[in-house]
């Protein structure tokens, strides 16, 4: 979700009863920290942190470790060391893999939770295979909980996760449009307007973060190659505005101008599921009470 999974939207999700999770790459430490503190003061709910390894800062982790109920660990081989600082930290730790074998080697490194993420998935894709398949090989291989994330937006998806034997599932395109996610309206009606079909996996918006294929919106990729200008547009972050390079890994959050439509929309097989902006907590509880629902076969 790059950066529009926003303080705000992570506080929201876990006001309503998910694991609401922030992700804060390149971020120093101190920052980290006063970001979490000022999340747990409008929530008494679990928060979870995100870290991608390529861009893994060990005190960033030290942080958020004694501040949050989960750290987890994505793009990267699962590492003992980072694990066992989460545990000190007093978090539980999670890695997100994309196959059996990454599944093995993050429970023995440590983990609490694996999460396994199918290659429906929106934004950055670890592994090549449909989400119910590896979950079938990573439940056989591991004793662990299970999280399932990839193509998962609906009550109906979700259920289906459940009986297949996931402990949880995660939700990623349908936060993309809420009213409580940073994401350029642009970018969010595209979503609105997208169907499963419209989206491709790709290595276009490879600038900044090479030989990660990602799975975005077709026409932004389209759009990317025909624009001819570089940069093709700009963001702020943090009072400090700074060009987006063409094929960019950046994502266009509300602060972004230029070219939001050559930018990097990220978005899971799930966007057919994404037919209005709304408050994220009316999609937690679609969800969770429309998959009970399923599941007791109302």
Not at 70 to 83: M, N, R, S
Not at 94 to 111: F, H, K, L, P, T
Request: proline residues 5%; hydrophobic residues 50%.
């Amino acid at each position: 979700m790059g950066g529009v999974a926003s303080p705000d939207l992570a506080v929201a999700v876990s006001a309503a009863g998910g694991l609401g999770t922030v992700a804060l790459p390149v971020v120093p430490a101190g920052k980290v920290a006063a970001t979490l503190e000022a999340m747990a003061r409008r929530t008494s709910a679990p928060l979870g942190f995100n870290v991608l390894m390529p861009f893994v800062d060990r005190d960033a982790v030290e942080a958020a470790s004694s501040r949050c109920r989960l750290v987890e660990f994505f793009y990267g081989d699962p590492v003992a060391d980072l694990v066992g600082l989460v545990h000190a930290g007093g978090a539980l730790a999670a890695w997100q893999v994309g196959s059996v074998a990454e599944a093995e080697a993050a429970r023995d490194a440590g983990c609490d939770v694996v999460i396994a993420q199918g290659v429906e998935a929106g934004g950055h894709v670890r592994g090549r295979v449909e989400l119910l398949a590896l979950l079938s090989g990573v439940l056989e291989a591991v004793d662990v909980p299970v999280v399932v994330a990839g193509g998962i937006g609906s009550a109906r998806a979700a259920a289906t996760a459940f009986v297949a034997g996931a402990d949880a599932v995660r939700v990623g395109t349908r936060f993309v449009a809420t009213q409580e996610a940073d994401t350029h309206p642009q970018y969010a009606h595209a979503l609105v307007a997208a169907r499963a079909s419209d989206t491709v996996l790709t290595d276009t918006f490879s600038v900044m973060w090479p030989d990660a294929p990602h799975r975005v919106l077709r026409s932004c990729v389209d759009r990317a190659h025909d624009i001819g200008t570089d940069p093709v547009g700009e963001l702020e972050i943090d009072g400090t505005t700074m060009p987006v390079p063409r094929f960019s890994v950046l994502v266009p959050t509300r602060a972004a101008r230029g070219a939001v439509d050559a930018m990097a929309l990220y978005a899971g097989e799930s966007v057919t599921d994404v037919v209005a902006v709304v408050p994220a907590r009316d999609i937690v509880l679609e969800i969770t009470a429309g998959a009970e629902e399923l599941l007791r076969g109302d």
